[in-house]
Nanobody, 125 residues
């Protein structure tokens, strides 16, 4: 049984930074494509970033390109989302997700089998 546990959310001022973590347990971490999504109040869940099994292919939503960095360490079963230059519109619940997608790197929530519990990120002065 795969379990994803997230940490690192909180309140940050505009222009500030936060780093989210997500640890996978229960299966071999390197078998999974990992992704981050977010959901703001009243909006659909949206793609943020996807990371391939080794961490050397990472793709971003246009809205976070150049500000956010996704990474993973297969020895620690952990994926991170470094968020710099944050904006009020980044306020949302952030979720990590995992799929056994092989070489495919999906950006749709429906493609992911496993989800973390979500962590709130609020960008406000």
């Amino acid at each position: 049984q795969v379990q994803l546990v997230e940490s690192g959310g909180g309140l940050v001022a505009p222009g500030g930074a936060l780093r989210l973590s997500c640890k996978l347990s229960g299966r071999t971490f390197s078998n999974y494509v990992m992704a981050w999504f977010r959901q703001a109040p009243g909006k659909e869940r949206e793609f943020v970033t996807v990371i391939n099994w080794s961490g050397d292919s990472v793709y971003y939503a246009e809205s976070v390109q150049g500000r956010f960095t996704g990474s993973r360490d297969n020895t620690r079963n952990t994926v991170w989302l470094q968020m710099d230059g944050q904006k009020p519109e980044d306020t949302a619940i952030y979720y990590c997700a995992a799929c056994e997608c092989g070489l495919v790197l999906p950006n749709r929530p429906s493609e992911y089998e496993y989800w973390g519990q979500g962590t709130q990120v609020t960008v406000s002065s």
